[in-house]
């Protein structure tokens, strides 16, 4: 009897631990995604999400675009790309995001697409590519705050050092199930760079 006590404590004691690792990460993520930093770079760049069955942007898309409009006509940057695939809705994500920025009288000839950003490694390795071509180099990523940790994680993998970075204006219920998917997410970015 007293060895299945022992295996329960220490099965409890393995789940008490994992659980306050999995709220300390959690933490550090909100910390992070909500502690914007914001310096003057060559290039925005603001990750895709999903577009309306209308062609519009969703509401998580359009803050991400509303923080990069406002980015840029303050100066921060002089290029933007907008990184993103085809979703289910069946909608190019970089060019909805692009048709959406020159509408907000961004200049069409300072803002590049990748189409092939399906997603976050992706843009990492593409914007990587795109900016070597260019001969730029600094960078500023937009993005959800609960998505900025895991952003700055794949851009550093592929040679951005520092990382700068600026959070959408908004939240909704859904970012607490975002934040636990991003647990897991993290983890398996840091674990499986390739």
């Known amino acids: 009897m007293p060895n299945i006590t022992k295996l329960l404590f220490k099965k409890r004691t393995i789940l008490y631990l994992l659980l306050i690792w999995f709220l300390i990460h959690v933490l550090l993520v909100t910390f992070d995604g909500f502690h914007d ?3 003057i770079v ?8 999903k577009v309306e069955i209308d062609g519009t942007p969703s509401d998580r898309l ?3 675009l509303e923080k990069t409009a406002e980015l840029y006509s ?6 933007i790309l907008v990184s993103g695939g085809v979703g289910k809705e069946g909608f190019d994500e970089a060019e909805v995001m692009k048709r959406y920025l020159v509408q907000k009288g961004i200049p069409n ?3 590049i697409t990748d189409n092939m950003g399906i997603n976050t490694r992706m843009t990492a390795q593409n914007t990587r590519k795109i900016m070597d071509a260019m001969g730029v180099k600094s960078v500023m990523v937009i993005t959800q705050f609960y998505h900025m940790s895991r952003t700055k994680l794949a851009f550093s993998q592929v040679g951005f ?3 700068y970075s600026a959070h959408a204006n908004y939240l909704e219920w859904r970012d607490c199930y975002s934040l636990f998917r991003e647990f897991f997410a993290y983890y ?4 499986l760079n390739h």
């Open 37 to 39: 930093e914001k310096q």
């Open 42 to 49: 060559d290039v925005g760049v603001v990750l895709g999400n």
């Open 62 to 64: 359009l803050s991400r």
């Open 74 to 79: 303050t100066g921060y940057f002089s290029y």
């Open 109 to 111: 000839d300072k803002i």
């Open 161 to 163: 050092d520092p990382v």
């Open 188 to 191: 398996e970015y840091l674990l």
